[in-house]
């Protein structure tokens, strides 16, 4: 089997059924809560006197950016418009556009679907 890349070798394993679950969107918003608050207090008291902390903001950013990236490319429902505009808040915004996204796309998008099954 060959990988195409690692992000589809992650979530090819985990699945997308799995990102639009509960658990999923608790650990979501638990990631985004941590990279945005853990990145805005890191920048007002640089350098760090725990740098510990810099571990747990880098790993919930980049979870919240693969995740979000994946149900982009994959679940997003939104007008070809709408996507176009997510994609490049997605792209060059970091784990702030990610966590952007996940409030207002990807959470939106999940509760309706929750609501119709």
Not at 12 to 33: E, P, T
Not at 71 to 98: E, H, N, P
């Given at each position: 089997m060959k990988v195409q890349s690692l992000s589809d070798f992650i979530w090819g394993r985990i699945g997308d059924g799995w990102l639009v679950s509960r658990d999923?969107?608790?650990?979501?918003?638990?990631s985004a809560v941590a990279s945005v608050s853990g990145t805005v207090a890191l920048s007002w008291r640089w350098p760090p006197r725990q740098p510990l902390l810099i571990v747990p903001v880098a790993l919930g950013g980049l979870f919240l950016i693969s995740a979000m990236e994946r149900y982009w490319i994959k679940c997003d429902q939104g007008s070809r418009m709408a996507r176009r505009i997510w994609f490049f808040v997605l792209t060059f915004g970091l784990w702030f556009g990610a966590a952007l996204y996940y409030v207002f796309v990807y959470l939106p998008q999940v509760r309706?679907?929750?609501?119709?099954t």
């Amino acid at each position: 089997m060959k990988v195409q890349s690692l992000s589809d070798f992650i979530w090819g394993r985990i699945g997308d059924g799995w990102l639009v679950s509960r658990d999923a969107s608790m650990l979501l918003a638990a990631s985004a809560v941590a990279s945005v608050s853990g990145t805005v207090a890191l920048s007002w008291r640089w350098p760090p006197r725990q740098p510990l902390l810099i571990v747990p903001v880098a790993l919930g950013g980049l979870f919240l950016i693969s995740a979000m990236e994946r149900y982009w490319i994959k679940c997003d429902q939104g007008s070809r418009m709408a996507r176009r505009i997510w994609f490049f808040v997605l792209t060059f915004g970091l784990w702030f556009g990610a966590a952007l996204y996940y409030v207002f796309v990807y959470l939106p998008q999940v509760r309706r679907e929750w609501r119709q099954t």
